[in-house]
């Protein structure tokens, strides 16, 4: 059962876990997308050390593995910053100008959406609708949900959370 | 053996909740949690230990509460608090058994919780989701008993089909039928699929089901899959609702360990195992053959149908895959009679509808209401209108494959056909409520901004057709486009709404068509004024900066 296990780096305990979901799912191809997932949030990310070490495991073609990894927008390939600011841009949030805290954000950081600064310390980021449309319109600092935001409201959060990560 | 520990549960349950008098209930859903309800709750915790009521006074946090507007929310012998802080506790907690503290209770006789009907969200806000006891307690998994000991999967079809339930996950299939066509076709392995790939924007009302109620959802499938013939299922959840995956996965293993989930469930033949999968953000994998590749491990890409997952589903076994709405429906529909459903709404659509009410509304949150209800009564009376005495224009429904309805239909009632006739749809149940200063053009911009990024790029007319459309309705909202660009966004509309290969593509367009249906002038605006009626787009900044 157990194939070419030749984990990269052994004394790496992070491996332990993607190693865990293969064995779970009995190293079959349906497991990629959960592997990837386990991968994720051991790493951070997936490179592509990760994604040749998931392929060879679950004998499906790196090929495939990289398209699955770039198709859904949760996985990326690049490490991850290690601040995020997350605007969202649900229906609500836009209705309740969401593009203007948008800009104001984008301003306060100096990077556009997906963007990461150059020192790799922050990062911008949109997403659809995170799902709590009461406050709308909101920012996610890191793990905080800031709400009923106006653009000068956003402006002056987004310099405190700057100089406090920074 | 478990029959009977199923009622003992039950009334041990009982008789351990009778000796508290008096409940407090805070929400911990995802909604109120990020306002930091679980602290809430922790201080009130703190403040019953604190004066010694721990024996008479339980604190328990449940699912959602409905009213996400007043977040976070807490309910107190059934007074309802709303914009609870930390330091509320003591206040609370000093009153209890007297007069409710006035200055946070939301009037019972709001017309919010009065015009609603509760069915599929009857157990939330009420029980803990984290724990089966409850459920239980509510009587949980009795209707799943009695199922399997005394019904036969055809008489379980037939309740089902008679009570005239249809697909909650939009399109509005009729639920019996499909269950019928998985039953009638053979196959070694069959599956039962949960679609709780809750994508549109603005749409969070099978999140609140998983959040408030994750066993109804379990029980449902179960007795789905007795009725079909199928022994294995998935939930397939999106990878942004983290709460909902949690409490599923331990809604899984509570039910696994009291044999309500696994081999010879009541020491009947069936049996029956469930796994969560988790999405990874891609829409597309709301439409149900996108979702079946990405649970067998692949790029979430449609595939046409016929073939249907009926006969051709997973690993290409039969497979019934239904929306987490319907699933819920399922156990009080066994539990009552298929009849008793069908009394319930209106001629060609049965029962209630869960709707998420967001946008320019004062009660943003969760609701149920009986189908038939006008959309006029559901935005002013239970939404409690707009804020500010904003003027109301449109409100959307059916999410980026739905439409906008204008002021002068406020008056429909709620059903599959009705919507559909004014060119929007039922959807999933995101309701958005859109005021005086949202410009249409804007907001079809964004819609078609999403289908854009999140066509899964297989078919042609999606993948090109909706990118082009966005170009030219950026162009309207930029003040650069002329008639001839208009009727070309027209004739695209027709030709991707026509040719896409799933509902995706069939549906990106109706945004565009149903607002120049409705606003057409709006459009005009921009293209021969060079102006935006309400104030959005950036022409309308370049013409105030001249003026």
Not at chain 1, 143 to 148: F, K, L, M
Not at chain 2, 35 to 41: E, G, L, P, R, Y
Not at chain 2, 480 to 498: F, G, P, Q, R, Y
Not at chain 2, 520 to 543: F, L, M, S, T, W
Request: aromatic fraction near 6%; glycine fraction near 12%; charged fraction near 20%.
């Amino acid at each position: 059962m157990l194939p070419s296990l030749s984990v990269p780096h052994p004394e790496d305990q992070r491996w332990q876990p993607v190693i865990g979901t293969m064995r779970r799912h009995g190293f079959a191809s349906e497991a990629l997308i959960e592997t990837l997932h386990t991968v994720q949030s051991a790493f951070g990310y997936l490179d592509l050390e990760a994604l040749r070490f998931v392929a060879a495991n679950l004998r499906v073609p790196l090929s495939r593995v990289y398209g699955v990894a770039t198709f859904y927008h949760l996985f990326t390939l690049t490490p991850p910053a290690r601040h995020t600011c997350v605007v969202c841009t649900g229906t609500a949030c836009h209705i309740k100008g969401a593009g203007k805290i948008l800009a104001a954000a984008e301003k306060v950081l100096g990077l556009t959406p997906g963007e990461t600064s150059p020192d790799g310390s922050v990062a911008l980021h949109v997403e659809r609708c995170i799902g709590s449309c009461g406050p709308a319109p909101l920012v996610v600092y890191d793990d905080e949900v800031v709400g009923y935001l106006t653009p000068d409201l956003a402006v002056k959060r987004t310099q405190d959370w700057m100089s406090h990560v920074k | 053996m478990l029959n009977d520990k199923l009622a003992q549960i039950a009334s041990d349950e009982q008789e351990a909740g009778k000796k508290y008098k008096h409940q407090i209930h805070v929400c911990v859903a995802s909604g109120c949690l990020t306002a930091h309800s679980d602290k809430i709750k922790d201080a009130l915790s703190a403040e019953v230990e604190r004066r010694g009521l721990t024996g008479e006074c339980q604190v328990k946090g449940v699912g959602c509460l409905g009213l996400c507007a007043g977040g976070p929310t807490v309910s107190v012998d059934g007074a309802f608090y709303q914009q609870v802080t930390e330091s509320d506790a003591a206040e609370i907690v000093a009153n209890l058994g007297k007069a409710p503290v006035s200055r946070l209770e939301v009037p019972a006789d709001q017309p919010f919780f009065g015009r609603q009907m509760k069915i599929v969200l009857e157990n939330s806000g009420k029980i803990d989701p984290t724990r089966i006891e409850d459920y239980i307690a509510v009587g949980g998994y009795s209707v799943l008993q009695k199922v399997l000991n005394t019904l036969s999967p055809a008489e379980v079809l037939d309740q089902v089909s008679r009570s005239g339930l249809r697909g909650r996950g939009g399109a509005g299939y009729p639920t019996g039928l499909k269950w019928g066509t998985v039953a009638k076709n053979q196959g070694p392995q069959k599956y039962v699929i949960c679609n709780a790939d809750e994508g549109d924007p603005g749409a969070f009302m099978d999140r609140s089901v998983l959040e408030s109620d994750p066993h109804r959802v379990l029980e449902g499938m179960a007795i789905a899959a007795y009725a079909v013939g199928a022994s294995r299922g998935y939930l397939y959840v999106r990878a942004e609702y983290p709460l909902a995956i949690g409490h599923l996965k331990n809604a899984i293993t509570q039910a696994e360990r009291l044999g309500l989930l696994g081999n010879r469930i009541f020491d009947n033949p069936f049996s029956f195992h469930l796994e969560v999968r988790v999405g990874a953000g891609a829409y597309v994998c709301g439409e149900e053959t996108a979702l079946i590749a990405s649970i067998e491990g692949k790029r979430g890409t449609p595939s046409p149908r016929p073939p249907y997952p009926a006969e051709h589903g997973l690993w290409g076994c039969p497979t019934l895959i239904n929306n987490v709405e319907t699933y819920a429906n399922v156990t009080p529909i066994l539990r009552n009679g298929g009849d008793w459903y069908a009394a319930i709404g209106k001629d060609k659509s049965k029962g209630t509808k869960v709707f998420s009410m967001t946008g320019e509304i004062n009660n943003t949150g969760v609701i149920e209401v009986p189908m038939g209800i006008t959309l006029r009564e559901i935005i002013y009376e239970i939404g409690g209108g707009l804020p500010e005495g904003k003027r109301f224009k449109a409100v959307q429904t059916g999410g980026p494959g739905g439409g906008c309805i204008p002021e002068q239909y406020l008056d429909t009632p709620i059903d599959y056909e009705s919507l559909t006739k004014l060119g929007s749809m039922m959807g999933s149940g995101g309701m958005i409520v859109i005021g005086e200063t949202t410009c249409m053009v804007d907001m079809a911009k964004f819609f078609m901004e999403f289908c854009m990024s999140e066509s899964c790029g297989k078919c042609v007319p999606c993948r090109v057709g909706t990118a082009e459309m966005y170009d030219l309705l950026d162009k309207i909202t930029r003040g650069e486009a002329t008639l001839d660009d208009l009727a070309m966004l027209e004739k695209l509309a027709d030709m991707v709404k026509s040719m896409s290969l799933c509902g995706l593509g069939q549906g990106a367009p109706s945004p565009v068509q149903s607002t120049l249906r409705y606003f057409r002038e709006e459009y005009i605006a921009h293209i021969v004024d060079k102006h935006c009626p309400a104030g959005v787009c950036n022409i309308a900044v370049a013409e105030r900066t001249t003026a």
